[in-house]
């Protein structure tokens, strides 16, 4: 299994970003696969999830920012980050889980100044 992010990078606040993960090793298109983030200090948590119907689901502090897709043919999953804020600074993993293990990318780093 490996999940490969990249995307990140430096963006002021109020400007956008996509960030991606090239997704192998396993049936992408069965399973549901989701965005972490983590900032400095503080606990990693979980963003965005999409199903493997496309249903989708957003932490409060993103929604109506942050879009989450898939593109099973490619097996790559997507985040489409608008309206940055500082707060939005972090490391993002993708991440699925199966059978009670947790499959993490290598993160990819956002960080947005004021």
């Known amino acids: 299994v490996q999940l490969q992010a990249s995307g990140g990078g430096l963006v002021q606040a109020g400007g956008s970003l996509r960030v991606s993960c090239a997704a192998s090793?396993?049936?992408?298109?069965?399973?549901?696969v989701d965005w972490y983030r983590q900032a400095p200090g503080k606990q990693r948590e979980l963003v965005a999830l999409?199903?493997?119907?496309?249903?989708?689901n957003y932490t409060d502090p993103v929604k109506g920012r942050f879009t989450i897709s898939r593109d099973n043919v490619r097996r790559v999953l997507y985040l489409q980050m608008n309206s940055l804020k500082p707060d939005d600074t972090a490391v993002y993993y993708c991440h699925f889980g199966r059978s009670g293990t947790d499959y993490w990318g290598q993160g990819t780093q956002l960080t947005s100044p004021a």
């Open positions: 999409i199903t493997s119907g496309g249903s989708t």
């Open positions: 090793g396993f049936i992408f298109k069965f399973v549901t």
